[in-house]
């Protein structure tokens, strides 16, 4: 007689609990994507005319006009690595190690890295601070000039976009910018006599000692916290024994701001490359500076999409219809990105391949003089 089958433990497992949002997310989800294809669609279809206009003076720019702008954009970066030079020489660089090519190579590949990479400020802050060392400059002085490289090239744009909007009218009193920059100067010039004072040098002489004394005590109760204090005070120390002269200021600053203008100059171009002739200088000049203080928050590689509205609104506010706009908006950044940012991933490749040979050709001498002390033996 066959025994019936026992019967089935039952599954101690629970069921999968659904989540109560989930499917309102999927619904949310698929509704959003497809308001956005709505969207976009809609604007092809309402914006087909300005489209169109940028498609036809993209593909028949003026090329006269076109090359020049990729000449004076290359100049533009030549003319940061200037700054940059004169900083590091200043700061106490050899001038051999900091050789004019090596700085211009430098300049090049960092801002590719900085405007192509996501994180690129990060990338290009390394690689500025690795090939700075490399040239002789000290840690803290390599510091000092990345520090100051981007101070004098933010106060630079500011400068040129407060012209810009004060010359074409923009609300403000010009006479309190005057004060402003008359008493930044005036403050500077006067800390500058009071701190070559034989008080004013004493007293500082006296802080230090306190300080000195203060971080021997605090290594003695705490040696982790006094070491960590001592290095903080004497990486500080060093950033604040870098000395440059007004000379070094004048050409560093000089080149900060003609960076910004032959970059200026290169948008200027491009515009007439697709038949902008008749825009002011000065409202095109603010809406350079616009665009690039969008690109300081860079919040997607090159600020794509936020540099772009920016730059084609404010050409659209200078008068330039909106294909127009998008086809000089578009020629900019080939120009800007394509040509100068290749140029830096090149420079950065050429190097790449020096080091590697460097490299190889300084283990094959290392392994000949082993070899020849071996043969000796």
């Not at 950033?239 to 910004?260: D, E, H, K, Q």
């Amino acid at each position: 007689m066959s025994t019936p089958p026992a019967p089935s433990a039952p599954s101690s497992a629970p069921p999968a609990a659904v989540r109560p949002g989930a499917a309102w997310w999927r619904v949310a989800r698929w509704f959003l994507g497809v308001l956005l294809v709505g969207v976009v669609v809609v604007e092809l279809v309402e914006g087909r005319q300005d489209l169109a206009r940028a498609v036809r003076a993209v593909s028949d720019p003026h090329w006269g006009s076109l090359m020049l702008a990729v000449v004076v954009d290359l100049a533009s970066m030549v003319a940061y690595a200037v700054m940059q030079r004169r900083l590091l020489l200043g700061a106490g660089a050899p001038a051999r190690g900091a050789g004019r090519r090596a700085v211009t190579s430098l300049a090049f590949t960092a801002h590719s890295l900085s405007v192509t990479l996501p994180g690129g400020p990060v990338f290009s802050t390394a690689l500025n601070f690795r090939r700075m060392t490399a040239m002789g400059a000290s840690g803290p002085a390599a510091s000092w000039v990345i520090a100051v490289s981007g101070f004098l090239s933010a106060a630079a744009l500011a400068a040129l976009g407060a012209v810009a909007g004060l010359a074409t009218g923009a609300r403000g009193d010009g006479s309190h910018l005057l004060v402003a920059v008359g008493v930044v100067v005036v403050v500077l010039v006067a800390a500058r006599v009071v701190r070559r004072q034989p008080a004013v040098v004493a007293r500082r002489r006296a802080l230090r000692r306190r300080a000195a004394a203060g971080l021997a005590e605090l290594r003695e109760r705490r040696p982790r916290v006094g070491a960590a204090a001592g290095a903080a005070h004497s990486l500080a120390a060093r950033l604040a024994s870098v000395r440059v002269g007004p000379a070094t200021w004048a050409w560093a600053g000089g080149g900060a701001l003609l960076n910004w203008l032959l970059d200026a100059l290169a948008l200027a171009l491009v515009c007439r490359a697709v038949g902008l002739d008749d825009l002011s200088v000065l409202h095109l000049l603010l809406a350079y500076t616009a665009a690039m203080a969008a690109a300081s928050f860079p919040v997607v590689p090159a600020g794509l999409g936020v540099v772009d509205a920016a730059l084609v609104v404010g050409l659209v506010a200078a008068g330039a219809t909106t294909g127009e706009a998008l086809a000089a908006d578009v020629l900019y950044r080939v120009v800007s990105l394509g040509v100068v940012g290749g140029a830096g991933w090149v420079l950065w490749g050429v190097h790449r391949v020096h080091e590697r040979r460097g490299a190889a050709s300084g283990a094959g001498a290392t392994r000949e003089a082993l070899g020849g002390v071996g043969g000796e033996d």
